[in-house]
């Protein structure tokens, strides 16, 4: 069954403007466990009836991954670009599915002529169970399940945001445990920064397996993430750990969808 | 007479090669490059209220925060009593508060014996973190013989100095006893009277311990005020000023270079014409004058306490990188180019840069831009940005990233992700289930 994911495109085509667009990222696009998450936060958005769009094949890009690795020539070349489009479309207000993503386009954006204001979607997911449009009920129980969540880098230090993704598992009939290195002393997945790109320096241990060292240490049985990268650094620790079984990383949508049915 | 000259003469010659030194700091601090971090001065004084005179961020750590707040408090306290006794020094007084401040004077005597014990407790704590538990947060490459014995002579000095002025103390109240000469009842003292049993009841010797003890309390504490520039024990004076001085920006948001913009701009629109052409000597970091002041400042405002490293994901894993080496380099860098105007005049050129003579590349690549040591810091240093500057010199000067790295620009470049995807299928996603 297709989405029927509309485009701002379309939409202009239409003389339709959306409410909110919905800035997928190169993550959500491309890679297959990140695109189920895209796929989940446009249910989540269809759900509740929110107007919202995707770019489609204009997305590009935010530059984040170049200007981490200090390329601020490609970053502003692609940031212009992106502020170009979202402009042209005359995007108001953005939900992004990713954490660097939502930091590139809040904080870096507006110096080179674009201003929107911006959420990541564990911050929509958050508003939308205050207001009482999203509960957990009608699908999928957690009832007895450890969950613990992990903060992205971005999110979480960069940008302050640790009880919105927490919110969308306390309303879970399930408890919350935290690790040890949790909010602002949260242990990197490991990916921040370009590592996603490269391989990591020599060392004695690979940031990730630390990670779920922590994570096994506690008895968990989900790993929740609000970032796509976080989600492949989080999965493979724990295929290296032989863990599959007993350890599940699930994003803060899926869960959210899994747990309303949708 | 001769001795208020002595005291007068030493006094004015540690003043005056205290602001030398300081000034040289300065000086140095200065040859970094401008960044505006007047604005918000509301903010500015609210956070240097909270994180530096508050010291918020030290509690992260109860038991090294609690110790630490002693020897603060006690610092900032017993120098009203440094006060008097320069003023003493100056004009022969003895004791010239006590009088003026009635019995109020015993309460503050009392209140400094209680916090110099504390102080001392605390310094002697520190002391076996370091040597005899070994803590891990004080090791690693760059805590090499100079940084360790650095922290050991201070906790030394300050043990030393506490307890010199406490000896001084219980002297003084045995005299008092004695009603010799001009010692007259002043001040009380909870803790030196309990030391006092083992001092001579000979009032002479008494009288010459407590003059010995008077002088190496307060030529101790000008000692140590002149080390202050040559030691990481400066943070007691850049704390201040270095928190003050915060980004306040979120922390995940990178400041965009503005000489890029202009160059983009004109790459996308030939029309463009650029207000001013401010393009600088080079993009990035190679060397500390890259740099701005803000960083220098961080760089001689560290203390070396190694929480940054501690927290560092790459540290953590055994990965070259950490991030109070970062900082120690680069203060051990704008130092030597100092010294080398000093030595050599202004336009002199050592051959050395900060990148490879002290940071390596390897270390730069290592970092995960995770923000964790910038988080951790208890005075708001960001180790994070000079790597990132860093890198931006290697990337866009010298076009030496990774080439896994350099694979990701292009894959940008060319198709707008940083896999090697085509545009075309970027919507494929809302077909599949």
Redesign the interface.
């Known amino acids: ?5 509309p ?1 701002m495109a379309q939409m202009l085509a239409e003389g339709k403007e959306p409410e909110i667009l919905f800035w ?1 990222g ?1 993550a ?3 890679d297959e466990r990140a ?1 189920k998450i ?2 989940d936060i ?1 249910k989540i958005l269809q759900h509740v009836g929110i107007s919202y769009a ?1 770019l ?2 204009e ?3 935010t ?1 984040d ?10 970053f ?3 940031a ?2 992106n502020i170009e489009v979202l402009n042209a479309y005359n995007v108001k207000k953005i939900v992004t599915g990713c954490p660097h993503c939502f ?1 590139t386009i809040k ?2 954006y507006p ?2 002529g674009g201003d929107y204001e911006v959420i990541h979607h564990s911050q929509l997911i958050q508003q939308l169970i205050d207001e009482g449009k999203l509960k957990a009920e009608g699908g999928e129980s957690f009832n007895g399940k450890r969950i613990t969540y992990h903060d992205p ?2 999110l979480g ?4 945001i640790y009880e919105a993704p927490r919110r969308a598992l306390e309303i879970l009939d399930t408890e919350l445990v935290e690790m040890k290195r949790c909010k ?5 997945c ?18 990730n ?2 990670r779920i060292d922590e994570v096994i240490s506690i008895n968990a049985q989900i790993v929740a993430a609000a970032c796509p990268f976080c989600m492949t650094m989080l999965s493979d620790g724990v295929k290296n750990h032989d863990k599959e079984q007993e350890i599940k990383v699930l994003d803060i949508a899926e869960i959210t969808v899994r747990a309303n049915g949708l | 007479m001769i001795s208020q000259l002595i005291f007068i003469l030493l006094l004015a010659a540690a003043i005056y090669l205290f602001v030398k030194n300081a000034g040289k700091i300065r000086r140095n601090i200065l040859l970094g490059k401008a960044v505006d971090r007047s604005d918000r001065r509301a903010e500015r004084w609210a956070i240097m209220a909270k994180v530096a005179l508050g010291q918020t961020k030290m509690t992260k750590r109860p038991l090294a925060a609690v110790m630490h707040f002693f020897i603060y408090v006690g610092f900032i306290i017993i120098n009203l009593e440094v006060l008097e006794i320069m003023i003493d020094g100056i004009f022969g007084s003895h004791r010239i508060f006590s009088k003026p401040l009635g019995s109020l004077y015993g309460l503050l005597i009392g209140g400094f014996e209680i916090l110099a014990i504390l102080v001392l407790l605390a310094c002697v704590t520190f002391l076996a973190r370091r040597n005899i538990a070994r803590l891990k947060r004080f090791s690693g490459t760059e805590m090499t013989a100079w940084p360790k014995s650095d922290a050991n002579y201070i906790l030394l000095i300050e043990i030393c100095l506490m307890a010199a002025f406490l000896t001084m103390n219980a002297a003084d109240y045995k005299l008092q006893a004695l009603h010799f000469d001009h010692y007259i009842k002043a001040g009380s003292f909870p803790v030196s009277s309990l030391i006092a049993s083992i001092l001579s009841n000979n009032p002479i010797t008494l009288a010459i311990t407590e003059r010995a003890c008077w002088w190496f309390h307060i030529v101790g504490i000008l000692a140590f005020l002149n080390y202050l520039p040559y030691s990481k024990h400066f943070h007691i004076l850049l704390a201040f000023p270095n928190v003050w001085y915060s980004n306040l920006e979120p922390k995940g948001e990178f400041t965009n270079m503005t000489s890029v913009t202009t160059e983009v701009k004109a790459m996308l629109d030939p029309s463009f014409v650029p207000e001013t052409s401010d393009v600088p000597a080079r993009f990035g970091a190679k060397d500390v004058t890259d740099l701005t002041w803000k960083n220098l400042m961080e760089a001689y405002t560290c203390t070396e306490c190694g929480r940054c490293t501690s927290v560092c994901p790459a540290n953590i894993t055994g990965k070259l990188l950490s991030p109070r080496k970062i900082m120690m380099d680069t203060r051990d860098r704008i130092t030597e180019v100092g010294n080398n105007i000093d030595q050599h005049g202004k336009d002199y050129n050592d051959g050395k840069a900060l990148l490879d003579n002290y940071i390596t590349r390897e270390e730069l690549w290592a970092c995960t831009s995770c923000n964790a040591c910038v988080e951790a810091c208890p005075v708001n240093i960001n180790p994070l940005e000079i790597i990132t500057e860093m890198r931006r010199y290697v990337v866009m000067e010298e076009s030496q990233a990774p080439s896994s790295l350099n694979n990701m620009f292009g894959n940008v470049e060319n198709n707008g992700a940083p896999w090697k995807y085509s545009n075309a299928d970027r919507f494929n996603w809302a077909d599949k289930e």
């Open positions: 069954m297709s989405l029927a994911v485009t997928v190169c959500g696009s491309f695109q895209t796929r446009c995707v489609g094949t997305e590009s890009c530059g991954p170049a200007k981490r690795a200090g390329n601020e020539f490609l502003q070349m692609q212009m670009t930091n904080n870096e110096g080179l880098c971005y230090r960069g940008n302050g602002s002393n949260g242990l990197c490991g990916a921040g920064g370009a590592q996603m790109f490269k391989e990591p320096e020599k060392g004695n241990k690979d940031i397996m630390e």
